[in-house]
């Protein structure tokens, strides 16, 4: 669904990616992991458009994303960013409805199939009974939700969210990223999304997206736990991470006399 062709990737001078190809299929989700700074989101603005690779090509649906309008763009990838969400005097209904403007005439005037889908968006992302609440007053796992109904109501196949789990307790970590899964399953989404949970990755996502700089490592979850990559990046005097339990556990350092 979305393929990345032999790209580099840049932060201004510094090299993130020096060369990488993949694939992220359709009905799949997939984690991004790596430290800070190895260009996680640099990837995924790239790989919505929103930033360039330095070298290569990224490909959606067989086009690469650069020839696309931006119309045509927006009916492809939908992108979820971490900030927190300021919208006054705006019911969550209205905030998921903005997600139709790409199908919508130039004033925004939406139809019956348009107020169908935003009300599909809402009860699939379980948020149908806050339609009518305020942005303002809900909480941060409950505007996560909505700007995945948002995403939903754009009716994209791929849907790239950077760090959407990152203001959220590890309950509400493990059911938004649940909802992700459920939505690559069934309802055939291609789903990427950076985390730093990396117990979450590993026992939802189908693939493992592992960006050890200047290389990027995609394979299926057991194979990259079975690869090492995993333990020789994330393994220090510190932390250890046990490929067998897929936990990490802090390192008890001998205290100094």
């Given at each position: 669904?979305i393929?990345l062709?032999?790209?580099?990737l ?20 997939t ?11 640099t990837l ?9 690779v330095s070298?290569g ?7 690469p ?15 979820v960013?971490?900030d ?5 005097n ?24 348009d ?6 968006a ?6 149908a009974?806050?339609?009518d ?10 505007c ?5 109904a948002?995403?939903?109501?754009q ?9 959407p789990t ?5 309950p ?6 649940t909802?992700?899964r ?15 949970d ?5 026992s939802?996502?189908?693939d493992i ?17 079975r690869?090492g990559c ?7 005097p510190y932390?250890r ?10 390192v ?6």
């Amino acid at each position: 669904m979305i393929e990345l062709r032999d790209i580099r990737l840049a932060f201004g001078r510094r090299e993130l990616i020096a060369s990488a190809s993949a694939r992220f299929r359709a009905g799949t989700i997939t984690a991004l992991l790596g430290r800070n700074g190895t260009g996680k989101s640099t990837l995924l603005r790239a790989m919505a458009a929103l930033g360039a690779v330095s070298h290569g090509e990224i490909l959606v649906a067989g086009r690469p994303v650069g020839s696309l309008s931006a119309a045509t763009l927006a009916r492809s990838i939908a992108f979820v960013n971490t900030d927190r969400i300021h919208a006054e005097n705006m019911s969550a209904r209205e905030l998921v409805a903005i997600g139709r403007s790409p199908y919508t005439d130039w004033i925004g005037r939406m139809g019956d199939d348009d107020r169908r889908i935003v009300d599909e968006a809402l009860q699939t992302a379980g948020i149908a009974d806050m339609a009518d609440r305020m942005i303002d007053t809900m909480s941060d796992g409950e505007c996560q939700r909505v700007m995945i109904a948002r995403a939903l109501a754009q009716a994209t196949p791929v849907i790239l969210l950077d760090e959407p789990t990152a203001f959220l307790d590890m309950p509400n970590r493990y059911e938004l990223c649940t909802l992700l899964r459920r939505l690559a399953h069934e309802h055939g989404k291609c789903i990427v999304f950076s985390t730093h949970d990396l117990d979450i990755a590993l026992s939802l996502c189908d693939d493992i997206a592992l960006i050890d700089s200047p290389d990027l490592h995609v394979m299926p979850t057991a194979e990259m736990i079975r690869s090492g990559c995993i333990e020789r990046l994330f393994s220090s005097p510190y932390v250890r991470f046990d490929a067998a339990t897929q936990s990490i556990t802090l390192v008890e350092q001998p205290s100094e006399r």
